[in-house]
Structures are given as structure tokens and as C-alpha cells.
């Protein structure tokens, strides 16, 4: 449902009938992750002016992945991880790569 790359791959579906009888098919809640079994592979600092897509564009190469720094930093809004210049984020692995980098593989780039 989910390219691979989405913060959605892998989450589960559930239906929900309405009183008219039509059935919507609907994600489950997606669990973050958390941080510190997230595998580290460096570290951001954050200049002025800078966006969280930016920083992923450089980091990781699409700035769509810019929910995986939002993930590694525990953001609940992630445009605050950008609002003060200096401010040190976390890169990481995702979740299934880091997962995979502790059973001695290497899934992610």
C-alpha cells in the first residue's frame, strides 16, 4: 500500500462499518519508534534559515525522509527542530535498518 520509504510502510490497516453499512478501510496508529534503538550515523547542526526537508535532502538523499530526523529527535512538532540555529539533531538508521545493523547487517546506506 506504503512504497518502502514511508513513514506508513508496514502499518497495519483495520475497517470500520458506518451506520449505512459502507466499510472504510483505515491505517491503525503508527508507533514511533524510539530514539536510542535507533542505530546513530551522525549528527546535524542546524543553521539559520534552515527547513527539516533541507536536511534530509542532504542527509538522506529525498527530503520526503525528513519524518525519520522528526523519529531520531523525538519531535512533536518537527519545525521546532529547526527554529534555533546550533541546535544538534540526530541522524539515524530507520527503524527496520537499525534493527538490521544490530544483527550485523547493513540495510540502509
Known amino acids: 500500500m506504503f512504497e518502502p520509504s514511508s513513514r506508513y510502510h508496514g502499518v497495519p490497516t483495520t475497517t470500520h462499518t458506518l451506520a449505512d453499512g459502507r466499510t472504510v478501510t483505515h491505517l491503525r496508529r503508527r508507533f514511533l519508534p524510539r530514539p536510542d534503538e535507533l542505530t546513530s550515523v551522525g549528527e546535524h547542526v542546524v543553521t539559520a534559515g534552515e527547513r527539516l526537508d ?13 519524518w525519520r530526523i522528526a523519529d ?21 538508521l530507520p527503524a527496520e535498518a537499525s534493527a538490521a545493523a544490530v544483527g550485523g547487517e547493513r540495510a540502509w546506506r
Open 54 to 66: 533541507g536536511i534530509a535532502a542532504r542527509r538522506y538523499g529525498d527530503p520526503e525522509q525528513s
Open 72 to 92: 531520531a529527535n523525538r519531535a512533536v512538532r518537527p519545525d521546532e527542530l529547526t527554529a534555533v540555529p546550533g541546535r544538534r539533531l540526530r541522524i539515524t
